[in-house]
C-alpha cells in the first residue's frame, strides 16, 4: 500500500498507513515531483508513504 501526497497531507497519509497495516510506514520523497498529483488534494505530490515491502 502507498499513497503519494504533498507536504500538507503527509500526516494524514501516514495515519493512514499505521491505521490499516499497523507497523511503522516509510516516506519517501518522490523523484518525480511535478508529475503525480497528491490522493487528497489538486497539489503536486512530494512524498510517497508507503508500507513495509
Given at each position: 500500500?502507498?499513497?503519494?501526497v504533498?507536504?500538507e497531507?503527509?500526516?494524514?497519509?501516514?495515519?493512514?498507513i499505521?491505521d490499516?497495516?499497523?507497523?511503522?510506514?516509510l516516506?519517501e520523497?518522490?523523484?518525480?515531483s511535478?508529475?503525480?498529483?497528491?490522493?487528497f488534494c489538486e497539489?503536486?505530490?512530494t512524498?510517497?508513504v508507503?508500507s513495509k515491502k
Amino acid at each position: 500500500m502507498e499513497k503519494k501526497v504533498c507536504k500538507e497531507h503527509v500526516e494524514i497519509a501516514l495515519d493512514i498507513i499505521v491505521d490499516e497495516t499497523g507497523e511503522y510506514p516509510l516516506l519517501e520523497e518522490l523523484s518525480a515531483s511535478g508529475q503525480v498529483k497528491c490522493e487528497f488534494c489538486e497539489a503536486d505530490a512530494t512524498y510517497v508513504v508507503s508500507s513495509k515491502k
